[in-house]
C-alpha cells in the first residue's frame, strides 16, 4: 500500500490566487481528515469526512477554505483567495475504524 | 473541548540517557495516541492506549495511561539519535473520530 499521498509537497503561490491541495487516502479507509500546523498552534483539524460526507468542518477557518470528497479515494482543500497567513503545512489522514494514517504533508507558502 | 498539553515543549538530551515526555488532557482520555514527526515529514503511528493504567512498548519506547485516564507518559531507554524529532500525543473524545493533538515535544538526542 502506497500510503496516504498528498500533492503537491511544496506550494509557493502570491498573495489572493487560488491553491488546491490534494489527497488520496488509503484504500479502504472511510474517514479522511484535513489538518493544518503552524509553529504558533499546532496541530489544527481543520475538516473531517466520513464516507465521503463532510461531518465536522467547525475547524475551517472561513469563507476562504472549502474541501471536498467527490468519491471514496480523493479529496481536495481549496483556499480561495490565499494570504499569507494561510502559511502552513497541510497534512491529509484517513482511518478505518481507529489509528490515523497521515499523509507526507503539502507545505503551503503564500508571499 | 479537549485540550492536551505536552511537556517539556522542547528536550535536549546525550546519547544513552533516558527521557520521559508527558501528556495531559483536560478531559477523561478514551483513546490516547502518540506519534513521532521528522522534520518536513508526515506523522508516523507509535502506539495507542485505552484503558486505564495500560502500558505499551514497543522497542526502547515504553507508553503508559495513569489509572484515572486523564494523563499519559512516553519513556524512552538508551536514546538513540533515530529517536530525534517531534513527539506529539493526540486524544478522541470518545464517540467522535475526529483527534485533537498536543503542540508536540521536540527531541534532539546528541551523538
Known amino acids: 500500500d502506497a500510503g496516504v499521498i498528498q500533492s503537491p509537497r511544496h506550494e509557493v503561490t502570491e498573495m489572493g490566487q487560488e491553491v488546491t491541495l490534494r489527497c488520496k487516502p488509503i484504500?479502504?479507509?472511510?474517514?479522511l481528515f484535513w489538518y493544518r500546523q503552524t509553529m504558533m498552534r499546532g496541530l489544527e483539524l481543520l475538516i473531517y469526512?466520513?464516507?465521503?460526507?463532510?461531518?465536522?468542518d467547525s475547524g475551517m477557518p472561513e469563507d476562504r477554505f472549502s474541501a471536498k470528497m467527490p468519491n471514496a479515494s480523493f479529496s481536495t482543500l481549496k483556499i480561495q483567495p490565499s494570504e499569507p497567513r494561510d502559511s502552513a503545512v497541510y497534512f491529509c489522514?484517513?482511518?478505518?475504524?481507529?489509528?490515523?494514517?497521515f499523509g507526507s504533508g503539502t507545505r503551503l507558502t503564500v508571499v | 473541548s479537549q485540550e492536551l498539553e505536552q511537556s517539556p515543549q522542547s528536550l535536549i538530551v546525550q546519547e544513552g540517557k533516558n527521557l520521559t515526555i508527558n501528556c495531559t488532557s483536560s478531559k477523561t482520555l478514551y483513546g490516547l495516541y502518540w506519534y513521532k514527526q521528522k522534520y518536513g515529514e508526515g506523522l508516523i503511528f507509535l502506539m495507542m492506549?485505552?484503558?486505564?493504567?495500560e502500558e505499551k512498548s514497543h522497542e526502547k519506547i515504553t507508553a503508559k495511561l495513569d489509572e484515572k485516564k486523564q494523563q499519559s507518559s512516553l519513556h524512552i531507554t538508551a536514546s538513540q539519535p533515530s529517536h530525534a524529532g517531534i513527539y506529539l500525543c493526540g486524544a478522541d473524545g470518545g464517540g467522535s473520530e475526529k483527534l485533537v493533538f498536543g503542540k508536540g515535544t521536540k527531541l534532539t538526542v546528541n551523538p
Open positions: 484504500s479502504g479507509h472511510n474517514s
Open positions: 469526512f466520513n464516507n465521503n460526507v463532510p461531518i465536522d
Open positions: 492506549l485505552q484503558k486505564g493504567g
Open positions: 489522514a484517513s482511518s478505518f475504524v481507529s489509528g490515523y494514517t
